[in-house]
């Protein structure tokens, strides 16, 4: 059955969306020093409204103060200035825009210049290289178990609160909610580890405690990986168990991602060949998922041309195309590609022409995180912008810390 990319689709009994296209969530890094949102968010998500899409889900918004994941992450707790918040809504859902708020929640995926003692599931570090730029964890007590909990609900409900549409917990790409799934981090031998059951707990609270103070029609999501790709980690089988259980307790989104920032396949890393061929990373999965979920599906992760997009909506892999990176340089890229049958896509980085200094700088990150900079300050995108010009810029925004790990 043909499905077109303009088509429209009734996600909850009140909210139907005005098109397939679904922005996924990128950290904008344009917080305020309060990690309150700026003008420039609200510009950005403007221009992205104008934009097509019939989702935009913001970038990672910490849940906790004492837990932020970067430098520049916007927090929403009850010390936020919700005017603030209020004005990023009303200009992020014009054009008839759902704009969702991604919840998040680091855990030990902080670097060691914004936190000497993570918190995680156990206190396991990271390995290897990783290990140097981000602290060893301490395992959280029962009692951050459930102050976590909540707090991820406390800022669902300010989420409401303030005019956003829905909200998503990121439970992919190795982040708090990742590693109490992964056996690889989560260690423990209470009710909130030790088998894959006691695993899924955490997110499962975290939905049911989101849910209660949103209520039953405000919709809903989660970020989930496929797998982690990771030897010991979260797997197929498992995220697929995480599926079924979320789909029972009345999830409205499924976002399917995949990878953690130590294997990053949500950056098409490691990805075969043959995957690549239909352009995006996880649509088997995303099928497999199709055969025990009737819950709306979003796919995220290397789609860049109408005709992928248009054959992934009529095989039923996905419902909605999820798009990050290539917002980034054609913020309307919904529009163009619903009007274009061969639309297409590539985003090309230029290097600083130094290998090393394109790696300590994380042009690869940066060079988006520019680009969002840009569009926030009511500019065009520069697909040609030279990898010192993103330094340049990263070392404006943050200083010394340009140079220090961010991400795992
Ligand atoms: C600069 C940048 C920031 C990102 N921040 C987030 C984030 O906050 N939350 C998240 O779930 N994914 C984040 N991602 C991952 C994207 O949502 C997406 O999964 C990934 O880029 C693959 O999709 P694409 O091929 O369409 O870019 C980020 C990606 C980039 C490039």
Not at 91 to 99: A, D, F, H, I
Not at 114 to 134: H, M, N, R, T, W
Not at 253 to 272: D, F, N, R
Not at 319 to 329: N, Y
């Amino acid at each position: 059955m043909s499905v077109e990319l303009n088509s429209t689709l009734s996600l909850t009994n009140t909210v139907t969306l005005k098109n397939r296209f679904y922005k996924s969530a990128m950290s904008e890094q344009l917080a305020d020093d309060d990690h309150n949102p700026t003008e420039s968010l609200f510009k950005l998500y403007e221009t992205w409204a104008e934009g097509g899409s019939a989702i935009c889900v913001t970038g990672n918004l910490m849940i906790d103060r004492t837990a932020i994941a970067e430098p520049k992450n916007c927090v929403l707790d009850e010390q936020s200035d919700l005017d603030k918040y209020r004005q990023w809504a009303r200009q992020g859902t014009k054009n008839n825009t759902q704009l969702w708020v991604q919840l998040n929640h680091p855990g030990k995926q902080v670097p060691s210049f914004i936190s000497s003692e993570p918190v995680a599931p156990s206190a396991i570090p990271f390995e290897g290289d990783l290990g140097k730029g981000f602290k060893a964890p301490r395992a959280m007590t029962e009692f951050d178990i459930l102050k976590t909990i909540q707090a991820f609900a406390t800022s669902a409900r300010l989420a409401k609160e303030c005019g956003f549409n829905g909200v998503q917990i990121h439970s992919a790409h190795g982040y708090l909610v990742n590693q109490f799934l992964s056996p690889r981090h989560n260690q423990r031998d209470d009710q909130w580890g030790g088998n894959p059951e006691n695993r899924r707990r955490f997110v499962l609270e975290v939905y049911k405690a989101v849910r209660a103070e949103v209520g039953d029609d405000y919709p809903v999501g989660i970020k989930l990986n496929s797998a982690d790709f990771l030897k010991d980690g979260f797997s197929e089988e498992d995220s697929m168990a995480v599926v079924k259980v979320l789909t029972d307790a009345g999830i409205n989104l499924i976002e399917v991602s995949g990878g953690t920032y130590e294997a990053a396949a949500m950056m098409g890393v490691g990805i075969k060949e043959g995957t690549k061929k239909r352009e995006a990373y996880f649509l088997e999965y995303a099928e497999k998922v199709r055969q025990v979920s009737g819950t709306t599906l979003a796919v995220t992760g290397g789609f860049r041309s109408s005709k992928a997009m248009s054959s992934a909506l009529s095989e039923g892999a996905t419902d909605l195309i999820g798009i990050a990176r290539p917002m980034t340089v054609e913020p309307s890229l919904p529009l163009k590609a619903m009007n274009d049958s061969n639309y297409k896509i590539e985003v090309n980085i230029r290097s600083t022409g130094s290998a090393i200094l394109d790696q300590i700088g994380m042009l690869d990150l940066n060079w988006y995180e520019a680009q969002l900079a840009r569009l926030g300050k009511g500019k065009l995108p520069n697909e040609n912008l030279s990898g010192w010009s993103v330094l340049f810029h990263t070392v404006a925004s943050i200083g010394r810390f340009a140079f220090k790990k961010r991400r795992a």
